[in-house]
């Protein structure tokens, strides 16, 4: 593992800028020249910049009002139906169209209080796109997520989006402030609950600020959006780790009711030799590298091998090469067709020309202190286990070996079942808090649950959707009334 | 090949497409560039004492991507010197003399100053002269342009002046800006004018600014009315010139305009009486290449057709137009959707809903998306028993040929309203519906 006084870095709440949060941060680079066999070549700022530019860069007013007049104003329609939050895509788009972009980001952000990052990081292709009427008749769907970015960005700053009714005397903790608490936040707000958010991180957001690639969303935009929700009187405690800062017991004294939006934990380990060596890490704790360090002080092999066929594979390579890696390797146990990312990613690393390696497993890591190469194994396809999936299986004496001087763990995220099991009376499955469907009250009933740690790991639109859902949920507990689903389906 | 030449008033124009009275037709220059480019006729911008203008001049309407789909202007007939105009119409009828040029006229209303002008131009080389009693804005307010037009009994005196001394044949341009435009073509036909042109422009608004509450356009923080023009009121038009086709007493050529941009409004302003037609607009929009495709548009229709002629076109829709109350009323449609078609979007069913009949059902739409599998296509039904056949649903529907309106055999002869009153007369028991069943034959 990296020495890991490199890696504490001192907040002080700014921004150097291009959206990365250092205020500083050691020049691994340049303190440790024998850390990695070999690192990657700088870029210039400028290629950083490029490198790390909007995937989707933002509409002109006259491209939003050509493309905002594609749209059909469908009745009833599947764009709305297809949103886990039920934004009213329409009518969004005929208020930009009418030139009420403010009514428009209001009628997002009421349904959406993360509209800002969501029309930046939704997968709009399999959601709110994926089902157009357009793509019917072959044709491009409207690009909502655009559409939807023109709207927040415009008035993001400034809105006040609601005037929460006076205190109703009841206290709500969230734990975690990624979307699926600042979701349910906003919404417990509307009713006048005085809401506290916890999070260990310094900055809130959760993987909004700090997992999701930053050509998606910077985690300056990602705070940025959260001044939205503080507006409305939501008070976000920092650096609070729940367990260790505050206790549960604390909590459950102190509040009526209590939120758990604590996401997932760090990618799993390969269970291979050599994983301790130098250079070889999580893809967590690389992205959120990228996402809090100017981009040139970020550690990066020149080759590297990246283990996943996920979407946090996709944005580990992608970003590996941005960085300035020259050799960047996907090695995934099964086939392109079984991997788990989507398509449009898989289509976007291909344009980073990053080297997939399908059906193949890593087998040891090798290396004197530091990562040197690593061994892989070829695998097969063997027949479909019990879920359906054909399991792949490794063929004997197909080992390789790569020359790498990084490799980075993307398998899925692992579960904070140490934490969920210290709630009392809390119920999980496979690591998942289990909770009611309609109100995302847990088994405990003081506790509500949402988010990826209720998914397993989905989308912030879902976690969105939770939260909005757990609030009706918290409501109806505490107020004693039927549970308003306004809106959600997640 | 066909031919697309036409005949006007004993005047041979190369195809129907003229440019109208406006700042297209404004110069030798422009008028030659557009004869290049294949425009068969110009009518000069309007010649008469040499006005000022203001500026700014024009504002429009906008729909969703299309640009200027309305335009209003508040210009007037032409700042240049009546003799520049005229010495310019000589020469390009020297260079073009196959193209018809038309002397567009407007003076102040006095014989004698008529007289002048039109001996003026029977020595220019036009073909033919055209009377601006149309301008709705400015020229009116001097007694001039509409305030003429909009007076019957002006519009044929001045019309009888003008023919007292012309020798070339005459149009009188009619303003739409009154209530029944055919009964103004009636009285300038029988004052002795040789062809009519309609529209001029409409009276408008064309919008207010929403900053400074000034309508547009705007000219020094205020505004004044204008004419309108462009694709917005090819319907008004085509209606107008159908009634004066219609007219029992009017029988000389029209020329058709207003909202004219392809050869498609073309044909169809000619398959309603007009013999040519002018445009405006659209060539103010996107400049004389549109003539290309004017002509050969033209021709490949009238080769579809098996058509020998342009001119056989003319009025062949007019006895098409009738009266509401010789309709069949025994004739049905019904709306059907095809299924391959429709792509779900549930705009039939909302206009029928609300805005019609009643007579398209559709399910609450299911959640999911993508992640869930791909959600089958959703589709509205069309209650074929109660739907009344009125269209919206096919008009709404934004995909072509998706919902089509398909006949259904009443079983009943036909019946119009005319005669279901007479019938009604003869059978005073008989209910509505007995007197439909039984159609106009039998009675
Ligand atoms: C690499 C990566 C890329 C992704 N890309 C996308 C994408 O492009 N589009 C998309 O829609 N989704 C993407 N996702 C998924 C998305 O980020 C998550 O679904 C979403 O953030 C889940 O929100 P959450 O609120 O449930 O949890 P998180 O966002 O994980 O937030 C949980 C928060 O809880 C805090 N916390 C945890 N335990 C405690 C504790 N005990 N005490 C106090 N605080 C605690 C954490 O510090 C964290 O801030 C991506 C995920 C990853 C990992
Ligand atoms: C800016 C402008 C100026 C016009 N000037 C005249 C004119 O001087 N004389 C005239 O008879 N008609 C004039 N017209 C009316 C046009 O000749 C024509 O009748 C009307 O615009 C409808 O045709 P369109 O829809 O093709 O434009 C003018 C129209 C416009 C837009
Ligand atoms: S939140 Fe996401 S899924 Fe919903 S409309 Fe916006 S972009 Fe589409
Ligand atoms: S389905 Fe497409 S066209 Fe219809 S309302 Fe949604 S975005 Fe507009
Ligand atoms: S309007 Fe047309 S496409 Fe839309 S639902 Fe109706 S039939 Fe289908």
Redesign the interface.
Known sequence: MLDSRLFTLIFAGLFDGRGSVAFFAFDRLGDGPNMLKQVAPRLTPEQYEKNFSDINPPLTQSQA??EG?RC???????CI????TEINVPQFIRQI?TGNVTGAATTILNANIMGHSCARVCPT????E??C??N??NKRPVDIGKLQRYAVDSVMDTLKLFEPPADNGKKVALIGAGPASLSCATELRRHGYQVTIFDANPLPGGLDTYGIAAYKLRASDAVREIELVRRLGVEIKSNVLVGKDATLVELEKNYDAIFIGIGLGGTDDLGIPGEDLEGCIDALTFIRETKENPFDKVLIGNKVAVIGGGNTAIDVVTAAHRLGAEEVYMIYRRGEAEASAFKYEIELAKKDEISFIWQAAPAKILGRGKVESLECVKTMLGPADASGRRSPQNISGSEFRLDVDMVIKALGQSKKTEFLQSISGMKLEKGRVVVNAETCQTANPKYFAGGDCVNGGGEVVDAVAHGKKAAAGIHAHLAGKAANMRGT?A | MPDISVNFCGVKSPNPFWLGSGPPANTAYQVMRAFDAGWGGAVWKTIGEPIMNVSSRYGSIDY??ERMIGLNNIELISDRPIETNFTEITEVKKKYPKNVVVASLMVESKQTTWHEIVKRTNDSGADLIELNFGCPHGMSERGMGAAVGQVPEYAGMITAWVKEVAKIPVIVKLTPNVTDIAHMAATVNAAGADAVSLINTINSLVGVDLDTWVPRPIVGGASSHGGYCGPAVKPIALNMVASVSHHPKVNIPISGIGGIGNWRDAVEFMLLGSTSVQVCTAAMHYGFRIVEDMAEGLNNYLAEKGMQSAMELVGKSVNKVKDWGDLNLNYKVIAKIDPEK??????C??ACEDGAHQCIT?A????????EGT?A??MPQIKEDHCVGCNLCALVC??PQCITMQEIDTGRPPMNWRQLQESRGKNPTCSMDELLAKGASTH
């Open positions: 009002l050509e007049s059909l104003f469908c009745y009833d329609a599947p139906k297809a949103c886990p169209g292709s399999v959601l709110c994926g089902a009427v357009l019917y008749e389906h | 969703k991507n429709c792509i779900g979007c549930n705009l069913y909302i559709a609450p739409r299911p959640f999911g998306d993508l992640r959600p296509k959703h934004p995909v």
